[in-house]
Structures are given as structure tokens and as C-alpha cells.
């Protein structure tokens, strides 16, 4: 787990370094879990790659995993605005591009 999370936030870092934010990941190397490797980096990817894009200079970006009844729950956060709680499911849905959260911003995702 702390491996698939350790190469992802490699992956990302020079744009993290290039955009002045600061890149942290935490997880137990004891959790284990059965997953489809490739999607799982791809999900967190995603998910931490659009929260550098939209985090402003000098803010954070952080991953964690750790355990949860049984199972590991994950929790991706960042110094930008968020997403409105009434907005936050559209995260696990195709991709859309709200226009008036996204002025000069021509890739990721992002919510009014």
C-alpha cells in the first residue's frame, strides 16, 4: 500500500517542487489490501495530480491510509477551496469542467 501511494507522489512531485506546494504521504507499511494495482494508482493519480493543479503556491497536498474496521480508509486533501458538499459525488462520475471554477485553467477537474 505504502509502495503504490510512495510511487504515485513521485510521479507528481516535480509539479508539486515547480508549483511551491508541499507534498506529503502517510501510510503503515503493515496495510494490506487485495486490489487491481493499476486502477487503484490511477484513482490516486487523479485525484492527487488534480489537487496540485488547483492548490495555490505555497499550500499542501496530503495522502493517508490507515485502518478502518476492517478495511483502509483513504483521505486525499489539499489547502484549495474544496468541492461543495452537494458537488462531491460528481467526483466518482465522467469527466465535466464547471466554466466559472476553471477561468485560464484549461485541464483537471474542478467544481463551483
Given amino acids: ?3 503504490a501511494i510512495s510511487k504515485v507522489l513521485s510521479a507528481i512531485s516535480r509539479l508539486a517542487e515547480m508549483n511551491n506546494i508541499d507534498l506529503r504521504g502517510d501510510a503503515s507499511s503493515m496495510l ?8 487503484f494508482k490511477q484513482i ?5 495530480s ?3 493543479k ?4 505555497g499550500g ?3 495522502v493517508s491510509a490507515e485502518p478502518d474496521c476492517g478495511e483502509i480508509r483513504f483521505c486525499a486533501s489539499d489547502t484549495d ?3 461543495p458538499r452537494g458537488q ?13 471554477a476553471t477561468t485560464g485553467v484549461k485541464e483537471g477537474a474542478a467544481w463551483d
Avoid: H, K, W
Fill in 50 to 52: 488534480n489537487a496540485v
Fill in 44 to 48: 490516486l493519480y487523479n485525484l492527487l
Fill in 88 to 100: 462531491q459525488a460528481a467526483i466518482f462520475e465522467e469527466f465535466t469542467q464547471m466554466a466559472s
Fill in 54 to 57: 488547483f492548490t495555490p503556491a
Fill in 32 to 39: 494490506r489490501a487485495y486490489r487491481d494495482r493499476t486502477r
Fill in 81 to 83: 477551496i474544496g468541492i
Fill in 1 to 3: 500500500m505504502d509502495a
Fill in 60 to 62: 499542501t497536498v496530503q
